[in-house]
């Protein structure tokens, strides 16, 4: 027997495999149950539109104004990094690896609870405020690494050029290397987006008031009212509805990053 042919076999039996356990779990799934449990119509037209206007609108605000603040700070944390000079480049990497190496659940009980007992003052925002500070402090120990990665990737030869041609370091930097770097990083930026958005579930812990949850505090609060699962499938497939997009969008950068090289 040919080895295509044998090829083609195995991979006939790996896909009638594959179907066989598909069709063996619908029919030995409990739909009716399925249904009572997690996909209550009744339950759902009681929590919608809140949970899209309040949850889900909530949910990209605080990703968008955490992301935007990261990204701030992670550009000054990657200069620093890479500056010539000692105690910028250990401050960097201490605030760099420090944020890394904590769970975000934890710094934002940080931000939340220990910083006002310490300081005597709460951070502006209160406690929604601390959490968004969190994460904008979290994300941007992430994305700072990125983004130095990204400017050491452009080739040294662009920087000799500009240099030769009389540019100032700084000028080399703003006007050549960071104009390359940022079409290197923006992949992985957009996939940090993506792990920053899934991160705002983590606010909860900080308590939030009326009109400021977001999707899995508001789901979590409707299970708890209807002892019913649906919420929480809602508030997954409004999740799925987001991301599902960033990472297609993630995946088509790639594709046009190596092109492009």
Do not use: C
């Not at 090829?7 to 594959?18: P, S, V």
């Not at 540019?167 to 957009?190: K, N």
Request: overall charge positive; proline content about 5%.
């Amino acid at each position: 027997m040919k080895r295509s042919t044998q090829r083609r076999l195995r991979h006939g039996a790996l896909y009638a495999l594959f179907v066989a356990a598909v069709v063996t779990l619908v029919l030995i799934a409990d739909w009716k149950a399925i249904r009572t449990n997690f996909l209550d119509r009744e339950i759902f037209d009681e929590i919608w539109p809140d949970i899209f206007l309040e949850g889900a609108k909530n949910t990209v605000l605080y990703t968008a104004i955490a992301f935007t603040g990261g990204l701030v700070v992670a550009f000054a944390l990657a200069l620093m990094k890479l500056s010539p000079i000692g105690p910028y480049r250990w401050a960097a990497t201490v605030f760099i690896e420090f944020f890394r190496g904590l769970p975000v659940l934890i710094v934002i009980i940080m931000f939340a609870f220990a910083i006002p007992i310490a300081f005597g003052a709460a951070l502006p925002g209160e406690a929604r405020g601390a959490a968004i500070t969190a994460l904008i402090v979290v994300s941007a120990a992430y994305m700072a690494e990125t983004i130095r990665a990204g400017i050491q990737a452009v080739p040294q030869g662009q920087v000799e050029a500009a240099r030769s041609l009389g540019m100032s370091e700084t000028r080399t930097m703003f006007t050549v290397v960071l104009p390359q770097a940022v079409r290197i990083i923006i992949p992985p930026l957009t996939n940090e987006f993506v792990l920053l958005l899934k991160d705002t579930s983590l606010i909860q812990v900080a308590g939030v008031g009326l009109g400021q949850k977001e999707l899995t505090n508001f789901s979590s609060d409707a299970l708890n009212t209807t002892s019913n699962a649906t919420p929480l499938i809602a508030a997954a497939v409004l999740y799925l509805v987001i991301t599902l997009p960033l990472t297609q969008l993630v995946a088509y950068l790639e594709r046009r990053t190596k092109k492009a090289r």
